[in-house]
């Protein structure tokens, strides 16, 4: 026995060296969406009865429309998910993925529509010949990234638990706009402008692209008849639409007919199955925060990075998060956190990130030790590694539960997303984050809707030193991911106060823990949250969004040690707090990104 755990504690020893001795892979990358301004004309939206927010008005508005009609949230949710399958085709659609938290008045449920890797998939899949990693561009583009979407399954099994309007209304919306029309909008058109690969694409040429093989300018009218009928069908017919028949055959003969062909298949659009997960709930101060467990590593790095801050508060009162500084030349938002805020929350980001890199992936294929890294106990070290002066690189650290060794995660961290959230007129809620990875994904279009890229969402480099990575490629498993569909509860009542999430790929950690702690520690209301400065660490430099920063700020980092990078973060947050005063009235009060061009709305 003692031979056994001394062999375990030499292996464990031998991946934290791995992880001293190497830097990532690559820096990480810039955010996977580019920015499109910064509106500064926003105010929280209130409501008595229901909300729905989106990246996007028109789908905003889809949801809104299924809530007049009684439906639940979750019938507001597939509402907007097939409107964003059009709207904004770049981040998410029926040919991705998608994490789902939901609230049903009762019990909060996790459910899982990830895609997973096909069936002929190796851990070999993105090494060239001499065995080093692809380039990213050259990996994503085309069928070899494409994994089994899952969105559309997950939304079948939460709709069968908790949905109130038939299967088929909920299609409407979408499906008047893709025959139609809807008017290009501005962040589109940039997006568009600036991908080099949509005229390699003849699907996604013909449609995004004028005949000189400019992009089609801002409030043309886009029309999709195509994407029409494959609405048509799948409210007919449900998943299967998508699943079997003709549209799996395209979806398959398109990802292995491609020049940089990848092996999904019609077997493996048939056999994949969503799953409920249970939640991971974790307690904060006077709230329970819930967020998806793995293969999402968000809801575990928000549960350490602020049980970390807890333990730094209970340490020393004088470590508390300090209110945020009004500074109206600072930000758009007016607002900037103190240096010691920043200080503090990005310090506690690099060490969720550093654990994140060695020991989450799939727990279905691979040991994740959940309860030890979120444990108090544990995130009680792992603050006491905190001080006045930054940590630079953190190391992992050992949490109880560990059963396997791994070699650290090294690859790019990029994803592409969109969230929506909506709370119904019971009470009930959902966050949903929803992705086709990088932008526009693999830029394989099949009968109007865009397939994903997840597959890079897998570590590259499958092995180290021969140590297994966790996150490697293995068929039927599913990628890592950062998304952080999250609802918050009030810890005594037991009632719900918030649902919120982002898209922005591993920044979403930073985007969704920011937003957080303005809304519970520094009081702000939604909107105001959203729009503060967005700020972080990754494991590596501090990053702070560019142009939103003061000097004052950004010295006093520098004097305690940190590496500022100033990059865009183009987060998507949309949120929905539900307060009741003490006569039982209800009051919803929403905000969206600034950074995009979403919208709550409620009556």
């Known amino acids: 026995m003692f031979s056994i755990a001394r062999r375990h504690l030499t292996v464990i020893a031998a991946a934290l060296a791995l992880v001293a001795c190497h830097s990532p892979v690559n820096e990480p990358p810039a955010a996977p969406e580019l920015g499109s301004g910064y509106r500064t004309d926003l105010s929280p939206r209130h409501a008595a009865q229901h909300m729905a927010a989106a990246a996007n008005p028109l789908a905003a508005e889809a949801g809104r429309e299924m809530l007049r009609q009684g439906g639940s ?39 899982d ?23 990213f561009t050259a990996a994503q583009i085309g069928g070899r ?8 399954r997950a939304l079948e099994l939460a709709h069968k638990k908790t949905g109130h309007l038939p299967w088929a209304r909920l299609f409407e919306p979408a499906i008047r706009l893709s025959e139609h029309g809807f008017a290009i909008s501005p962040r589109l058109h940039s997006l568009i402008a600036a991908d080099r690969f949509i005229p390699q694409s003849p699907e996604m040429a013909a449609y995004f692209l004028n005949a000189d093989g400019t992009p089609k300018a801002t409030g043309t009218l886009l029309k999709n008849p195509a994407l029409a009928a494959v609405f048509k069908r799948i409210a007919e017919e449900g998943p299967d639409a998508l699943y079997h028949g003709p549209i799996a055959d395209e979806i398959a003969r398109k990802v292995q007919g491609h020049r940089n062909a990848g092996s999904l298949s019609e077997a493996d659009l048939a056999g994949y199955a969503a799953k409920e997960r249970a939640p991971l709930c974790t307690d904060y101060k006077r709230w329970k925060i819930c967020g998806m467990p793995p293969p999402s590593s968000g809801g575990i790095a928000i549960a350490q990075i602020l049980g970390t801050l807890q ?5 020393d009162p004088r470590l508390a998060i300090a209110p945020m500084t009004p500074l109206k030349s600072a930000s758009p938002a007016g607002l900037e956190p103190t240096p010691e805020a920043v200080h503090l929350i990005a310090e506690a980001g ?39 002066r930054s940590l630079g ?64 969402d897998f570590s590259f480099i499958p092995e180290e030193n021969g140590q297994p990575v966790a996150n490697r490629v293995q068929p039927g498993k599913r990628p890592r991911s950062a998304m952080a569909p999250t609802l918050v509860f009030d810890r005594h ?43 972080g660490s990754r494991n590596g430099a501090t990053e702070l969004e560019t142009g939103l920063f003061s000097p004052a700020l950004k010295q006093a980092l520098r004097d305690k040690g940190h ?7 183009t987060s998507g947050i949309q949120a929905i707090v539900r307060t009741q005063d003490a006569q039982g009235t209800v009051t919803l009060s929403g905000g969206a990104d600034p950074r995009r061009e979403g919208e709550a709305l409620g009556d």
């Open 393 to 456: 690189i953190a190391q992992p650290g050992q949490p109880a539960g560990i059963q396997v060794a791994y070699a650290p995660d090294r690859s790019p961290l990029r994803i592409s997303t969109s969230q929506v959230v909506a709370v119904d007129d019971q009470g009930g809620a959902v966050s949903m984050t929803t992705t086709v990875e990088s932008a526009f994904g693999s830029h394989l279009m099949v009968q109007g809707f865009v397939l994903n890229n997840q597959m890079t």
């Open 145 to 152: 990234s494409v994994g089994t979407p899952g969105v559309l």
């Open 493 to 535: 009542s037991g009632e719900l106060l918030a649902a919120l999430g982002s898209p922005g790929g591993s920044q979403i950690i930073e985007y969704v823990s920011k937003s957080l702690v303005a809304m519970l520690d520094w009081q702000l209301d939604p909107q105001a949250a959203i729009s503060l400065p967005n700020f």
């Open 113 to 135: 529509g990830r895609e997973t890797a096909p069936a002929g998939a190796t851990e070999r899949l993105f090494l060239k010949p001499d065995g080093q990693p692809m380039a």
């Open 311 to 315: 333990a730094l508060q209970a340490r």
């Open 350 to 388: 690099r060490l969720a990130f550093a654990d994140r890199a060695l020991y989450v992936a799939d727990a279905d294929f691979v040991p994740v030790p959940v309860a030890g890294l979120v444990a108090p106990d544990y995130l009680a070290r792992r603050a006491a590694l905190i001080g006045e």
């Open 563 to 569: 590496a500022l990078s100033e990059i865009e973060m």
């Open 73 to 111: 949230a979750i019938d507001a949710a597939i509402a907007m998910q097939a409107v964003l399958t059009l709207v904004e085709p770049q981040s998410s659609g029926i040919g991705g993925g998608a994490f789902i938290m939901l609230w049903d008045g009762n019990r909060v449920q996790a459910y």
